[in-house]
């Protein structure tokens, strides 16, 4: 099928058509249609299979069909990250290119008032991050009584960051009577909890099983002693030739000890997580897209907002405390029906955490040794200790910086 077939302005017809857009991907032949028709939504698909156009195309439409052309927001996107908030809003420029649709990206990290004076030079479409929206209208710099539809995009990892609360207070200020859509990779019981109180009636889409990776993604499992993790990395870039590698870990400052490590090891690396400057932010992304490092070592806010559709390898270096976010990590290849590899490094204290990625993806993963790097059955920091671990929950808000903010014990060295 085309994308004619869905009854698309020639318009915009014209643009799918200079940017090389020949048909729509599975996701788009099954949401475009009741997006169109007012319905709301709930959508799953693969990462890169063009979720973003699904929404978009539908939206920009019915932008070209109002007659009534007053300023106004009229759309309004959350998104859980920066780096989505930039990718959706890019999108959202490119697909509306000449057809008069303004689109304004909202996020927090960067000043508020660049943003306010493109709000103020007139917006349709709205592309936001919780907080900074939440200020912008506690604030009263936009008006958000006139939006239509609301679009979740990445719904399970705003509710995993936390964001449930500023999602309740946007919806109070929101028109009752909308068009909510939900778009996401994963589908978790948190979410479909919340799509119950919000949603009315939503088709459900599912292009393929849920929370299913990308069939052209080889995923390969190496255990391996924690303490030669780095080592490992460095040999599969090094001895591979591998280009363009992105690598994951839990912590802010795993990113940055890795990075210093492949760095001396001589492969030229960049670092991207919360804690970063938002311009820092944007260097190391932009380097890495241009080839100019060979490394991105970045925590889980890159796992949304990275778009590169030739991207070959990606290493978890250690395994999420959430297993959904294991098939957006996997997703930054293996986009747009390219082939990928993803590898993942498993210690011994780790193996917990495969357990709920082979029940997320209903099936077995096999562990392989990597000769020269096989486990040490001596290694005293894989010992389990005796005493009571932490919920994976309170590892990953901790991972993520939304742990307890209390002090340790005086005379007591904090654990790193």
């Given at each position: 099928?085309?994308f004619?077939?869905?009854?698309?302005?020639?318009k915009?017809?014209?643009?799918?058509d200079?940017?090389?857009?020949?048909?729509?991907?599975?996701?788009?032949?099954?949401a475009?249609?009741?997006v169109?028709?007012?319905?709301?939504?709930?959508?799953?698909a693969?990462?890169?299979?063009?979720?973003t156009?699904a929404f978009?195309?539908?939206?920009?439409?019915r932008?070209?069909?109002?007659?009534n052309?007053?300023?106004?927001?009229?759309?309004?996107?959350?998104t859980?990250t920066?780096?989505?908030a930039?990718q959706v809003h890019?999108?959202?420029?490119?697909?509306s290119?000449?057809?008069?649709?303004?689109?304004?990206?909202?996020?927090?990290?960067?000043s508020?008032?660049?943003q306010?004076d493109?709000?103020?030079?007139?917006?349709?479409?709205?592309?936001?991050?919780?907080?900074?929206?939440l200020e912008?209208?506690i604030?009263a710099?936009?008006?958000?009584?006139?939006?239509?539809?609301?679009?979740l995009?990445?719904?399970d990892?705003m509710?995993?960051?936390?964001f449930?609360t500023?999602?309740?207070?946007?919806?109070k200020r929101l028109?009752e009577?909308?068009?909510t859509?939900?778009f996401?990779?994963?589908?978790?019981?948190d979410?479909?909890?919340l799509?119950k109180?919000?949603l009315?009636?939503p088709?459900?889409?599912?292009?393929?099983?849920?929370?299913?990776?990308a069939?052209?993604?080889?995923?390969q499992?190496?255990?391996?002693?924690?303490?030669?993790k780095a080592?490992?990395?460095?040999?599969?870039?090094?001895?591979?030739n591998?280009q363009q590698?992105l690598?994951?870990?839990?912590t802010?400052?795993a990113?940055?000890v890795?990075?210093k490590?492949?760095?001396?090891?001589?492969?030229?690396?960049a670092a991207?997580?919360?804690d970063?400057?938002?311009?820092?932010?944007?260097?190391?992304l932009?380097?890495?897209?241009?080839g100019?490092v060979?490394?991105?070592?970045?925590?889980d806010?890159?796992?949304?907002?990275?778009?590169?559709?030739?991207?070959?390898?990606?290493i978890?270096?250690?395994l999420p405390y959430?297993?959904?976010?294991?098939?957006h990590?996997?997703?930054?290849?293996?986009r747009?029906?390219?082939?990928g590899l993803?590898?993942?490094?498993?210690?011994?204290?780790e193996?917990?955490?495969?357990?709920?990625?082979?029940?997320?993806?209903?099936?077995?993963?096999?562990?392989q040794?990597?000769?020269?790097f096989?486990?040490g059955?001596?290694?005293?920091?894989?010992?389990?200790?005796?005493?009571r671990?932490?919920?994976k929950?309170?590892?990953?808000?901790?991972?993520?910086?939304?742990?307890?903010?209390n002090?340790?014990s005086a005379?007591?060295?904090?654990?790193?």
């Amino acid at each position: 099928m085309s994308f004619s077939s869905l009854g698309l302005h020639n318009k915009l017809l014209a643009v799918l058509d200079s940017l090389g857009y020949a048909a729509p991907t599975p996701i788009q032949l099954a949401a475009i249609p009741p997006v169109l028709a007012g319905h709301d939504v709930m959508a799953g698909a693969q990462t890169g299979t063009g979720k973003t156009a699904a929404f978009a195309l539908p939206l920009i439409q019915r932008h070209l069909e109002r007659e009534n052309a007053n300023s106004a927001i009229r759309v309004l996107v959350l998104t859980p990250t920066r780096e989505l908030a930039r990718q959706v809003h890019q999108s959202f420029v490119k697909y509306s290119e000449g057809l008069g649709m303004r689109s304004v990206v909202a996020y927090g990290g960067a000043s508020i008032n660049p943003q306010i004076d493109a709000l103020h030079d007139g917006c349709d479409v709205l592309v936001a991050t919780p907080g900074r929206l939440l200020e912008l209208v506690i604030k009263a710099m936009i008006d958000v009584t006139s939006i239509e539809t609301l679009v979740l995009d990445e719904a399970d990892r705003m509710l995993d960051m936390g964001f449930i609360t500023d999602i309740r207070r946007i919806l109070k200020r929101l028109p009752e009577t909308r068009q909510t859509l939900f778009f996401s990779a994963t589908f978790n019981d948190d979410v479909f909890a919340l799509s119950k109180t919000i949603l009315q009636q939503p088709k459900l889409i599912e292009v393929a099983e849920r929370n299913s990776a990308a069939t052209k993604i080889e995923q390969q499992f190496f255990e391996v002693d924690k303490s030669r993790k780095a080592a490992l990395v460095a040999y599969l870039i090094g001895a591979k030739n591998w280009q363009q590698v992105l690598i994951f870990t839990r912590t802010k400052q795993a990113v940055d000890v890795l990075a210093k490590e492949l760095e001396k090891d001589g492969i030229s690396t960049a670092a991207v997580h919360g804690d970063k400057s938002q311009g820092a932010r944007d260097r190391g992304l932009e380097a890495f897209k241009a080839g100019r490092v060979r490394v991105l070592v970045a925590t889980d806010v890159a796992a949304r907002g990275l778009d590169i559709t030739q991207l070959q390898y990606v290493i978890n270096f250690e395994l999420p405390y959430n297993a959904e976010d294991y098939i957006h990590r996997i997703g930054r290849t293996g986009r747009a029906g390219q082939a990928g590899l993803a590898v993942s490094l498993v210690s011994r204290k780790e193996k917990y955490l495969l357990d709920d990625i082979e029940k997320l993806i209903g099936g077995t993963v096999s562990l392989q040794w990597m000769q020269g790097f096989e486990p040490g059955l001596h290694e005293q920091d894989e010992v389990t200790s005796s005493k009571r671990k932490p919920s994976k929950k309170a590892l990953r808000a901790k991972a993520l910086g939304n742990g307890s903010k209390n002090k340790p014990s005086a005379g007591r060295a904090r654990r790193r």
